[in-house]
């Protein structure tokens, strides 16, 4: 079993960048695939990005493409999500989200959530 924390949102202007972090414990975290979702107020909570257990391969939803990167540290057990070019569509409260199996853009294949982090981009 895996306890995910996230940190690092916040309130930032238009164009601004944050640097999102999710800590996991126990010490399995390599075996799990990861994935950033978010949900903004009355929408469905959807795939921002994804990544392997080895961090070899990443997918990304259309919309941030180009803007953010997802990465982990398995040692550090922890992976994060870099956004640049913040837009106010961006919006959402952001959460990590782990997979024992390979790594999907599929909310429903992902068994482990944190408690989420605001993010706020202002116009």
């Known amino acids: 079993q895996v306890q995910l924390v996230e940190s690092g949102g916040g309130l930032v202007q238009a164009g601004g960048s944050l640097r999102l972090s999710c800590a996991a414990s126990g010490r399995t975290f390599r075996s799990y695939a990861m994935g950033w979702f978010r949900q903004a107020p009355g929408k469905e909570r959807d795939i921002v990005a994804a990544i392997n257990t080895s961090g070899s391969r990443t997918s990304y939803a259309d919309s941030v493409k180009g803007r953010f990167t997802i990465s982990r540290d398995n040692a550090k057990n922890t992976v994060s999500l870099q956004m640049n070019g913040l837009k106010p569509e961006d919006t959402a409260v952001y959460y990590c989200?782990?997979?024992?199996?390979?790594?999907?853009?599929?909310?429903?294949?992902?068994?482990?959530w944190g408690q989420g982090t605001q993010v706020t981009v202002s116009s």
């Open positions: 989200a782990a997979t024992l199996t390979y790594y999907t853009n599929s909310r429903a294949d992902y068994g482990y």
